[in-house]
């Protein structure tokens, strides 16, 4: 490996997960602060720099800031959708890089599953919202009928996707769905949008998250070994599947190369694989993105359980937002499960030696991407 | 028509795109400098940035590049699960959404269809397809 050492993520915490009735997103965001930086061995006062995606204010991280109590050197709110943490975690990497600032706080929160509220339509929706599209698992529908149309993938293969998820989430205490499934149920599960069942779809719930990025000067005063950024890449490809130039094409292609490049690790190095499963078709269109099989190969690599606990690929071992928890925008807990994977902290779901990780963010409806290499020592 | 549909403002962007589907017309942009047709309405070329984009009527004719039927819909489209929205790639080389109306058994992938218009309500029609002959 030729990376430098730049940052290192030292703390991450959830938030209360599943339904936090009463809680609203300052608090959760505050309560996975403090146990994040509990977790770094680090004070407030370490907090220079504050990262946060966010939309239920007008301007969120000044809210954030004034709430926390920070009077932060930097302040990042770059929301690009559930891959925007992955983003966070990269421009910290750069901000420390550029000598701007030492520890990097970032957090998320909300409380999707008790407070749904609705989306508004104007400037490009405009175009769409009056057919009746339902975004996002109408986009999502798309790409997974184009898919099957140019590959011959099946619904079955969608379903071990989401039994494999499962499997690991009924190894996580802290996962929301850990009754068992099996491939049947998925497929007799209800039709949201065809070719998509209820199980191919992430949860809806409430929850927040937080990371902890320091320099590595400051990393090594941090309680917790470090775990390295070694590569980071983040694209937008479009915003709507009627823009997205293929459809069973994420960016992950583009960023997955590059920050695989800057880490100078190949497929085989990678012991870890968390990336974004929105649903099935996400997790399917990106391992394929990411080159772990070719176009066209998602179906057959993800048959026999392989991503399964005890499979060859270990994948989503957190439960993913299959089964785990999804509030909203998931990207921060797919950090948070790669960490934690790689200080060998995951108790049963804990993959033997876990080196390095890959961690791929995806936002919007397939709209960006972010993806991570993190190491250990 | 269910309570809260969403209507779609009008701009200057989008103005001659609902006013030519209320005339049963499939008005799209193309770029006078690159010639390469635009979908939706743009202020710009999104190949070229050039400010030369004009209104054309488009052919109509196109073909399914993806489609999904919608099961369970945004509460404006409740009472009208389960129906269509396709993904239709015009002859002129641009996506839209739009609704596929017709016997759905037969509705696939790569097939031809062409535009018919829905009047939706007083203000308000749109351009949706169905499979060609």
Redesign the interface.
């Known amino acids: 490996m030729r990376s430098e050492r730049i940052a290192a993520v030292v703390g991450v915490a959830e938030s209360d997960l599943g339904e936090c009735h009463g809680k609203n997103v300052l608090m959760l965001q505050a309560q996975a602060a403090k146990r994040a930086l509990d977790d770094a061995g680090f004070a407030k006062d370490d907090v220079d720099a504050l990262f946060t995606a966010a939309n239920w204010a007008h301007f969120p991280p000044l809210m954030l800031a004034e709430y926390l109590g920070l009077k932060p050197k930097y302040v990042d709110s770059t929301n690009i959708g559930g891959s925007s943490f992955e983003s966070h975690v990269a421009h910290a990497v750069i901000g420390i890089q550029a000598g701007l600032f030492d520890v990097a706080l970032i957090t998320y929160g909300s409380t999707n599953r008790t407070n749904r509220g609705a989306f508004h339509?104007?400037l490009?929706l405009?175009?769409?919202?009056?057919?009746?599209?339902?975004t996002p698992?109408?986009h999502y529908?798309?790409?997974a009928?184009?898919h099957m149309?140019q590959y011959g993938t099946k619904p079955e293969h969608l379903a071990e996707i989401a039994v494999a998820t499962r499997k690991w989430a009924m190894l996580n205490e802290k996962a929301f769905m850990r009754k068992p499934i099996t491939i049947d149920d998925v497929l007799s599960s209800?039709?949201?949008?065809?070719?998509?069942r209820l199980l191919d779809c992430c949860l809806i719930t409430d929850g927040g998250g937080a990371v902890v990025v320091a320099s590595a000067r400051a990393a090594a005063r941090a309680k917790k070994k470090p775990v390295w950024v070694l590569g980071h890449a983040e694209t937008v490809t479009h915003y709507?599947?009627?823009?997205m130039p293929d459809?069973t094409v994420t960016g992950a292609r583009d960023t997955g190369r590059r920050a695989m490049a800057m880490a100078g690790v190949t497929h085989d190095d990678i012991d870890v694989v968390q990336v974004y499963d929105s649903f099935t078709i996400t997790v399917l269109l990106t391992l394929e993105a990411l080159g772990f099989c070719k176009p066209g190969e998602g179906g057959d690599f993800v048959s026999n359980q392989r991503t399964a606990p005890g499979g060859d690929f270990p994948l989503n071992t957190s439960g993913g937002g299959l089964s785990y928890c999804h509030p909203g925008m998931f990207g921060i807990f797919l950090i948070i499960e790669a960490v934690r994977q790689l200080r060998g902290e995951c108790g049963q779901r804990q993959v033997p030696d876990a080196k390095i990780a890959l961690v791929n963010g995806t936002g919007g409806t397939l709209s960006s991407t972010s993806t991570l290499v993190l190491g250990r020592d | 028509m269910d309570a809260q549909f969403p209507m779609p403002p009008l701009d200057d962007d989008s103005r001659p795109f609902w006013e030519g589907a209320a005339r049963h017309k499939l008005m799209i942009q193309r770029c006078k400098s690159c010639e390469r047709h635009i979908f939706y309405p743009r202020f710009i070329c999104p190949h070229c940035y050039s400010e030369e984009v004009e209104w054309v009527e488009a052919s109509g004719r196109g073909k399914i590049h993806s489609y999904t039927v919608v099961h369970r819909a945004p509460p404006p489209f409740q009472s009208q699960v389960p129906y269509v929205v396709g993904l239709i790639e015009l002859e002129e080389g641009v996506r839209m959404i739009s609704r596929i109306v017709g016997p759905r058994e037969q509705i696939a992938i790569d097939k031809a269809v062409s535009v018919v218009f829905e009047k939706v309500n007083d203000e308000l029609t749109l351009p949706y397809f169905r499979l060609a002959e």
């Open positions: 339509s104007s490009t405009k175009y769409e919202d009056p057919f009746g599209f339902p698992v109408g529908a798309m790409a009928m184009r149309h209800p039709v949201i949008c065809e070719p998509l709507s599947v009627a823009q459809l």
